[in-house]
């Protein structure tokens, strides 16, 4: 099953409300929260309190992605926010497992992700702790970039790690998926594609979900 989750990155701050309704009306079930800090990536986005009002409108999975220094400071925190689902850097702290096991023991799905110079073989001694596992296919910071090719190379090599493991867990890909190549990322073996420009950019928000949704549905969504 293919899922689309719409980064809000790219939707109207001033109207986040109106645009996570717009797309969650024509059927999306998961939206995609970058959480930024300034210094593990070049930009600020937006932080817990205005997580947690995200939360009162999101009726289904709410998918909160950390792209901030040392994670394990705020876990708790994101918690109470309402996170469904946490996904921390690898390369942002330097207890990957116990941060991966604390989200678990606060009642969360954890995910971890991959920066595009971060290796796929990194991930094997934590591939079976996890629920997710997120590709970055830009460089974490900022929407509306364009899709580095070897991300296929890098979803292709996550899928067989994990069927060699036997895991049946969330692929996810993480910027420049659009319309047009978003079939290539299925293919490779992203079953959870993050998109925001190519759903909140222009005045047809919901009919970009609703391209995206039609598309699934031929791959068995
Ligand atoms: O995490 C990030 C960027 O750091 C992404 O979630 C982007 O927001 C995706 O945006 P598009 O590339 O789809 O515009």
């Known amino acids: 099953m293919i899922h689309l989750d719409p980064s809000i990155l790219a939707a109207d701050f001033a109207n986040l409300e109106r645009d996570i309704r717009c797309v969650q009306e024509v059927g999306v079930e998961y939206i995609h929260v970058d959480v930024m800090d300034g210094q593990f990536v070049p930009n600020i986005s937006i932080g817990l309190p205005v997580v947690k009002s995200l939360r009162k409108h999101i009726t289904g999975v709410m998918d909160v992605h950390l792209m901030i220094e040392e994670p394990e400071r705020f876990l708790e925190d994101f918690k109470e926010a309402g996170a469904d689902i946490l996904t921390v850097h690898l390369e942002a702290t330097h207890h990957i497992h116990r941060t991966i096991q604390r989200i678990h023991d606060l009642?969360?799905?954890?995910?971890?992700?991959?920066?595009?110079?971060?290796?796929?073989?990194?991930?094997?001694?934590?591939?079976?702790?996890?629920?997710?596992?997120?590709?970055?296919?830009?460089?974490?910071?900022?929407?509306?970039?364009k899709f580095i090719p070897y991300s296929l190379e890098k979803l292709r090599q996550v899928k067989a790690m994990l069927n060699k493991a036997r895991r049946d867990i969330l692929i996810q890909v993480d910027g420049g998926a659009t319309l047009d190549n978003v079939q290539t990322l299925i293919d490779a073996g992203a079953n959870l594609i993050v998109a925001g420009s190519s759903v909140f950019e222009g005045e047809k928000t919901a009919a970009n979900a609703k391209a995206f949704l039609e598309l699934f549905k031929g791959c068995g969504a």
Do not use: C, R, Y
């Open 107 to 145: 009642g969360m799905k954890a995910g971890i992700s991959i920066n595009p110079g971060t290796p796929v073989s990194a991930l094997e001694a934590i591939i079976n702790d996890v629920d997710l596992v997120l590709i970055m296919s830009v460089n974490p910071g900022f929407g509306g970039q």
